[in-house]
């Protein structure tokens, strides 16, 4: 038998949108996985990430909650965000860091913080990568600090890292989203 994981998660694509598309029409519901099985199966058919075109995004959040801000699940949250130059980084790189946050995610490596996971974001774009983990309730700062601590060390990842609350990222002057926590 499949070995079940704890949560159903859902894979999303947004494709570049042909100029003046409305960017949700952009973003597509690839399909759901809930086995160890299949989410190998899954990630060993789609594209890697780093061959994307860039302005493709790809999500895998828990089934049912929208990769977007305004979804119920996400309205009060936030992201820990993670960049990549892209002059700086291969695409082994990014695709390595990519998988190793996923399956943080569907193995539930936050401990009892696992529940305020919604998802996570990969943006391929042409100079700047970025990956982000959303979680439900930017208020939880202990809890946030734990998922960021985690991540690093998962993935290794040296440079800093920036949660920010998504009302404040829609509101965004450039990149200077206010920041809530650093790691
Ligand atoms: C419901 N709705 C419209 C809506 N809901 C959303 O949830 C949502 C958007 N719109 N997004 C739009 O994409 C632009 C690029 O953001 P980016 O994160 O791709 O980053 P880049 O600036 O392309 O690097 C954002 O500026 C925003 O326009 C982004 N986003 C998450």
Redesign the pocket.
């Given at each position: 038998p499949k070995h079940p994981l704890q949560n159903q998660w859902q894979l999303w694509y947004f494709r570049p949108g042909a100029r003046g598309s409305a960017?949700?029409d952009n973003l597509l519901d690839v399909t759901h996985f809930d086995t160890v099985e299949d989410f190998w199966a899954l990630y060993n058919h789609i594209e890697l990430a780093s061959h994307l075109n860039a302005g493709s995004?790809y999500s895998v959040f828990k089934y049912g909650i929208r990769?977007?801000?305004?979804d119920e699940k996400n309205k009060a949250g936030g992201r820990w965000l993670f960049t990549f130059n892209k002059k700086a980084t291969s695409g082994r790189q990014i695709d390595e860091t990519w998988l190793e946050v996923l399956l943080c995610l569907i193995g539930e490596a936050f401990g009892e913080d696992s529940d305020q996971i919604c998802g996570a974001v990969i943006?391929i774009?042409a100079k700047?990568d970025?990956i982000s983990v959303w979680t439900n309730d930017f208020k939880r700062v202990q809890s946030i600090t734990n998922i960021g601590k985690i991540l690093k060390q998962r993935t290794g990842y040296t440079p800093g890292i920036t949660y920010e609350a998504h009302s404040d990222t829609i509101v965004k002057t450039g990149s200077m989203a206010k920041h809530l926590l650093q790691l």
């Open positions: 960017w949700e995004d990769p977007m801000w305004e943006n774009r700047m970025k």
